[in-house]
């Protein structure tokens, strides 16, 4: 069964870290491409991060980028968002999904995804 299960949300105050994990079972995630997207309540669900197949190109959307870092360790079947600097604005639950062709395109297309994990961040 191909799942993937996200951890590591929970409350934090502003200025804050997290990370996340987010941990791929039943496929081999050397060949996919793994994005993080959130969704904030009464919002659409947004791309926020994303790493290649080979770990070697990474995207950020700009709310993100400086703060956030992306990392994956395949032998771990297992990929990384290094939250740092948090915002109440960051408040979502985080969702981590895999895209087929390994190359992380905003656009994907992300074929499996996780259930989510919630990050609140205090002001």
């Known amino acids: 069964e191909v799942q993937l299960v996200e951890s590591g949300g929970g409350l934090v105050q502003a200025g804050g870290s997290l990370r996340l994990s987010c941990v791929a079972s039943g496929f081999t995630v050397d060949d996919y491409a793994i994005g993080w997207f959130r969704q904030a309540p009464g919002k659409e669900r947004e791309f926020v991060s994303s790493?290649?197949?080979?770990?070697?190109?990474?995207y950020y959307t700009d709310s993100v980028k400086g703060r956030f870092t992306i990392s994956r360790d395949n032998a771990k079947n297992t990929v990384y968002l290094q939250m740092n600097s948090l915002k109440p604005e960051d408040t979502a639950v985080y969702y981590c999904a895999a895209d087929p062709t390994g190359w992380g395109m905003v656009n994907g297309p992300y074929n499996y995804w996780g259930q989510g994990t919630q990050v609140t961040v205090s002001s």
């Open positions: 790493i290649d197949y080979s770990g070697g190109s990474t």
